[in-house]
Each structure stands twice: as structure tokens, then as C-alpha cells.
């Protein structure tokens, strides 16, 4: 038995198949945000157990460090709730742009209204994202390394 598609589905499928490629990067930057959040957890964890361990090493720049692993893991958590959002209405967008070419009802403007709000959302994710590494770098500490110790070959 041969399978002929009819040419409006192939279409159909070729239309849906362009958003869910943004599905995957989509789904690429929530794993680069929820492996941030991981690194954000163990150091505050080490912060606890520093705190219950040896309290006297709690001074104001680890409370700084603190506060800022607090706006951190906002900001993380923001951008994992936008980009997981902007994945659902895509997902939305691909039902609808699948419906619209089966039935006789014309859904482009929903489809376009999915697909920008979509694109809202993941703009909302990209920009908390931003906003959490610039902290990050912002208060990173980089210790002056004597660099005598170092070769010339290995510079």
C-alpha cells in the first residue's frame, strides 16, 4: 500500500517544523539557566553550612555574596519561567498553525498573536538571563595572582 501525503499537508508540516526548532533553543537556554541555578544553590549551601560551622567567617562581604546569590537566583528563576512559557505558547502556535491548515477556519491572526507573545516571553527570559550573569560578573572576585610563579611558556 503506497502513502501519497496531499501537497497542503507537507505545507502544513513545513510551516510547523520552524518553531519548534525555537522549541530546542529554547530548550538549550533553560538548561544553561537551570545549570546557573544549580551553581547558585551550592554556593549558598556553603554559605549555610559555613554559617552553622564557623559563624565568626560570616562578615560583610559574605552577606553581600549572599544577597547577591538571593538576586541571582531570582533573576534565574524569572528567566526559567519566561523561556519555559515562551516554550508552551510555541507549542500553541504549532497546534494552532497545524488546525489552521486541516479545517476551514482561518486562525492567522491567533497564530500570529501565539507567535508574538511567544517571542515576548522569551525576550522576558533573555533579558532576566542577562540581568543574572551581569550580577554574576559584577560581583565576582578575582584574586591577584603572582605571576612570577608562572613560566613565560606557560603564559
Known sequence: METVLNPSVVEIIQLALAP????VGIGNLVNVATGRVSRIIDRARWFGNLAREQPERINEKAILEIRSLNKRMTFANWS???L????VITCLSV???MVNGL???NLDLLVIITFMTCLLF?????????????????TLKIRAVDLSQFKNDKL
Open 20 to 23: 519548534i526548532f525555537l522549541i
Open 95 to 97: 497546534m494552532l498553525i
Open 84 to 87: 519555559i512559557g515562551s516554550a
Open 122 to 138: 522569551l525576550t522576558g527570559g533573555l533579558i532576566a538571563f542577562f540581568l543574572e550573569v551581569s550580577l554574576a560578573t559584577a
Open 103 to 105: 479545517i476551514s477556519v
Open 80 to 82: 526559567i519561567n519566561f
